[in-house]
């Protein structure tokens, strides 16, 4: 992994700690809503905010250290589509946890 790329792994675990971070703190019941994330903290699990995206877009997510583990966000059973379907925000923590851990695998 180049640096550039090492450094966007960083900013990308340090960006679903600050949404687990949040989340723990959430009362709510139902679905998880990345409308009320962003309305609190700015960011949410899209990859509008994820710095891996950010650096890796252009070049397509084929080029992403993530898709090239073998967890392509894009691929049904990533760890990014179980956080997109959660049901629930307990659910969507413990998906979460698993994203940050598959990123944590990188380094």
């Not at 700015?42 to 073998?70: H, I, K, Q, V």
Request: glycine share 6%; net charge neutral.
């Amino acid at each position: 992994m180049t640096k550039v790329e090492k450094k966007a792994v960083a900013e990308s675990i340090a960006h679903w700690k600050r949404m687990i971070s949040w989340a723990r703190r959430q009362e709510q019941p139902g679905k998880p809503d990345a409308y009320v994330m962003y309305a609190a903290i700015n960011e949410d699990w899209f990859g509008d905010f994820c710095p891996l995206c950010g650096r890796t877009y252009d070049a397509g997510c084929d080029s992403c250290p993530l898709s090239l583990s073998g967890n392509n966000c894009n691929n049904n059973g990533s760890s990014w589509s179980f956080v997109n379907n959660s049901e629930t925000w307990k659910e969507w923590i413990a998906n979460a946890e698993l994203m940050q851990n598959a990123l944590k695998n990188l380094k």
